[in-house]
């Protein structure tokens, strides 16, 4: 067993190694860096694009999925669930062909359709983490005197946090995925290198817009969860 | 001084209203524990919990040291009542500190105050703030975790506490030692403490005072002896148990039945002379000492009768002594142990203090009964 892992540990930097031999003996690193100047520019875009809509959604989702937590929303907050559930099966391209049709083509109805996306989980994440605070938490807070908005503040937040912290990287995931078909309704974004490069058969466009795409996707999952592992308290962190 | 006049709550329920409290009144004199007895769905909870309005009452006033309650507001009532529930409720995103600090912090005392406060508290149950301060609740036992839920409810020192089932979640063992600190804690802080219990011999251990639940309606309140001794009526003899007489034995120590004045004499002193004694009480043992008047064994009267020998010479070697503060519960024990009908009882320094009988023990537990038909 230990002797296999240490030939796995061993294969891993030797393919890669290889893999990069090839690469650069193909020529498709020259044919890559061609798009040099288009992938700074098509970069920024998409960055933009993510950041944006990602951003809208945090704003906006986890406010609404406070507010659906609410004692006072208790009887309307599972049929709004329910359709966030329901939101959440249509397929993205779908949401964003729909999002062209009411909004037209360009920046707005990209920036929409992705912030449609990666809305539900933060919501449904919200939600859930600050439904599933035990009831004993609330009813100590309650009985030492402190009142409903720090105890959502100060003990349910907290405690739901990495519940939520899930939700957004889920969101944001999704979001980095979707963002190159923003290209097909005119939004911008990486998308343009890739589904042309596809349309020419040109592998080196292709990989020029997939490449930075991969690499921004596990970048920004990374990002979120070293916040994660960092901004959620030790107490409750299950990762530290 | 809690004081409930005629407190009722209704809940209204698809099957119509419910009588969860009906029409309590009673008084918890200042600095005394009072424990809330009753099987599950009796109203314990609900009337504790209307003392801090978790629970909203449907009638009646709730005086605290003789104020009307309904004149402060929710915030203010609960930052001056302490706390305390069985799933204890520590906030596991905080540190033991933080979680020390919440009602002083509420109540806008210094930080620095408010910390002090918290390591001496950890203190006081014995919990090395060093070690405790930044830790986090998961990463204390149960135990200790109910210690920082029973100390965060003292943080703010108020003069009022209420106790849900404090110690319900605690295995048996833990839980006794937890008893009992808190009983010593008690003893100097002297707090108003009112204690949701479903365990006799709980309420027995802790109470000053026990008010028996039945059905929304108090059906004994008065001292564990007197409802052990004397229940009210059918319910409450069933719910304290057959063995209630037995369940009196922990209410009363060693020290309260022993016979100070039972035939005693030093290990030089002369047989003869603990025979004489001896007849005088009545006995027919005499506990004998050593030099520093610690028990070391007995004689029999009538071994000692005409013996010339020195007391400590024919003595027989003590089976066991108990101490004065141990509860007649243990005495009894160490008597069936022994197979024996009295035992020497020593003070805190080991010093004899008299020695308590089996005779003794059930005329202190039947004391109260011949008062009961005096009167």
Redesign the interface.
Known sequence: MRKTLDLTKAAVPLATFALGLWVAASGLLDQIAAYWEDIVYLTEQHMVLVAASGGAAILVGIPVGIWLSRPSMERYAEYVMQVFNIGTTIPTLAVIALSMTLLGIGFAPAFFGLFVASLLPIVRNTYAGLLAV?A??K?????????PL?ILW??EL??A?YVVFSGVRTALAINVGTTPLAFLIGGGGLGELIFTGIDLMDTGMLLAGAVPVAMLAVTVDFLTGQSQLRLV????NPLR | MIRLDKLTKIFETPNGPVVAADKVSMEVPKGEICILLGPSGCGKTTALKMI?R?IPLTSGRILIDGQDTAKLN????????G?V?Q?????????IEENIC??PK?LGWDMKKARKRAAELLDLVALDPNHFLRR???ELSGGQQQRVGVI??LAADPPVM?MDEPFGAIDPINREVIQDEFLKMQSELKKTIMFVSHDIDEAVKMGDKIAIFRAGKIEQYDSPDNVLAHPANRFVADFVGADRTLKRLRLISAGEVADAAAPVIGAHGKASEAAAMMREHGAAVAVVTDADHHPVGYVRIEEAEGSGAAAGEIAHPLPATVAAGADLRAVVSEMFAHDTMWLACVDETGRFAGTVTQPAVTRALGETYRQAQAA
């Not at chain 1, 308290?233 to 409750?236: E, I, N, Q, S």
């Open positions: 035990p004993h938490l009813e100590a807070a309650t009985g030492m005197g402190m009142r720090v100060r003990v907290p405690n946090l308290p030790k107490g409750v | 801090n978790l929710d915030v203010e009532l609960r930052r001056n009542i706390y529930i799933q204890i409720g520590l906030f596991p995103n905080m540190t919440v009602v509420l986090y609740p998961k965060r409810a209420l």
